[in-house]
């Protein structure tokens, strides 16, 4: 895992957008992975800013986001569907047909939990994830005791991430009990990974996810078994890190 500290949050939002731009120009039908959440609003602003001005283009590219809530539709204000929509398919040229998040609201979630798997197989597989971390350790909502093989299903949100979550709703009742996420498994096939985390509320996660053991405990610490992961912290976020990293990447970004 390559780990980069920089000093300012909003440099780690622009060193996400440069991988992924250059992904996207070297592969126009790049499959890329999108989070929600506070921690990618940064990113996709600077993607946002490279389309209109510097013309990135991303009218072949696929995405598959990581998760929905169970029972929340697309128009929902806090339906993932809709963060995506406002925060960044909106205004950049991707088409609609290409843009996948899982079905919150499928009869039958097992079966759409399978369609999903299938579609991002069909699509030829991740080309580049990127994830955010929660306070947990949770990496999608695959919370602790996730297990490392685990696909895309219906997730039991704890009480923890429920009270995260709630600053977006009017009350903790309103809050999703359920989400389909994809697993650590599905993860864990993508070619390369990002992983994006800010403010010293996640540095024990940062910390246990980036030098402590592989364990279940903390699902994010299985990206220390990926091949290809860079992480990209604030100052904040590396506050509990032992090791000394370095501020900008030290190999090509590809």
């Given at each position: 895992?390559?780990?980069?500290?920089?000093q300012?949050k909003a440099?780690?939002?622009?060193?996400?957008?440069?991988?992924?731009?250059?992904?996207?120009?070297?592969?126009?039908?790049?499959?890329?992975g999108?989070?929600?959440?506070?921690?990618?609003?940064?990113?996709?602003?600077?993607?946002i800013?490279?389309?209109?001005?510097?013309?990135?283009?991303?009218?072949r590219?696929?995405?598959?986001?990581?998760?929905?809530y169970?029972?929340?539709?697309?128009?929902?204000?806090?339906?993932?569907?809709?963060?995506?929509?406002?925060?960044?398919?909106?205004?950049?040229?991707?088409?609609?047909?290409?843009?996948?998040?899982?079905?919150?609201?499928?009869?039958d979630?097992?079966?759409?939990?399978?369609?999903?798997?299938?579609?991002?197989?069909?699509?030829?597989?991740?080309?580049?994830?990127?994830?955010?971390?929660?306070?947990?350790?949770?990496?999608?909502?695959?919370?602790?005791?996730?297990?490392?093989?685990?696909?895309?299903?219906?997730?039991?949100?704890?009480e923890?991430?429920?009270?995260?979550?709630?600053?977006f709703?009017?009350?903790?009742?309103?809050?999703?009990?359920?989400?389909?996420?994809?697993?650590?498994?599905?993860i864990?096939?993508?070619?390369?990974?990002i992983?994006?985390?800010?403010?010293?509320?996640?540095a024990?996660?940062?910390?246990?996810?980036?030098?402590?053991?592989v364990?279940?405990?903390?699902?994010?610490?299985?990206?220390?078994?990926?091949a290809?992961?860079?992480?990209?912290?604030?100052?904040?976020?590396?506050?509990?890190?032992?090791?000394?990293y370095p501020?900008?990447?030290?190999?090509p970004?590809v």
């Amino acid at each position: 895992m390559e780990v980069i500290v920089s000093q300012a949050k909003a440099r780690i939002s622009v060193l996400a957008a440069q991988m992924i731009a250059t992904l996207v120009k070297r592969k126009p039908r790049a499959v890329i992975g999108l989070a929600t959440g506070s921690t990618p609003l940064g990113t996709y602003r600077e993607l946002i800013r490279m389309h209109k001005e510097e013309g990135l283009d991303f009218s072949r590219v696929v995405t598959f986001n990581l998760d929905e809530y169970v029972g929340l539709p697309p128009t929902h204000g806090q339906s993932y569907r809709h963060f995506m929509d406002t925060n960044l398919f909106s205004q950049i040229n991707i088409r609609t047909e290409n843009t996948h998040l899982p079905d919150g609201m499928a009869p039958d979630a097992a079966q759409a939990c399978r369609a999903y798997e299938d579609r991002i197989r069909d699509c030829g597989g991740i080309d580049l994830q990127l994830l955010g971390i929660g306070a947990n350790g949770h990496i999608a909502f695959n919370e602790p005791g996730s297990p490392p093989g685990s696909r895309t299903r219906v997730e039991t949100l704890t009480e923890k991430t429920r009270s995260d979550n709630s600053r977006f709703f009017r009350s903790m009742h309103e809050v999703p009990r359920y989400a389909i996420t994809m697993g650590i498994g599905t993860i864990m096939e993508a070619h390369s990974i990002i992983l994006l985390a800010s403010g010293r509320q996640k540095a024990e996660a940062v910390a246990a996810a980036v030098e402590g053991p592989v364990t279940a405990g903390c699902p994010a610490s299985a990206l220390q078994l990926h091949a290809s992961v860079t992480a990209i912290l604030d100052r904040a976020a590396a506050g509990k890190l032992k090791g000394a990293y370095p501020s900008e990447p030290q190999k090509p970004i590809v």
